[in-house]
């Protein structure tokens, strides 16, 4: 399992969204206006990205289960 492409792939869009998450949350705690519009960018794209990973994870399910 460790070594299926789909696997790997979707682990690195999980932490892909880990990553985004701490740079959304480093920024919104700076207080400034930049930050704050900076921190919203950066959560509209863990959005994204979240959306990204749970479909490889679907499809990972879905490809090994014979699918």
Do not use: E, T, Y
Request: some cysteine; hydrophobic content about 65%; glycine content about 8%.
């Amino acid at each position: 399992m460790m070594n299926d492409p789909v696997f790997l792939v979707a682990a690195a869009a999980m932490l892909a969204v880990v990553v985004i998450l701490a740079l959304g949350i480093s920024h919104f705690g700076k207080g400034d206006i930049d930050s704050a519009k900076k921190s919203n960018r950066m959560m509209k794209w863990r959005i994204i990205m979240q959306f990204v990973a749970v479909c490889l994870i679907l499809f990972f399910l879905w490809f090994r289960s014979g699918g």
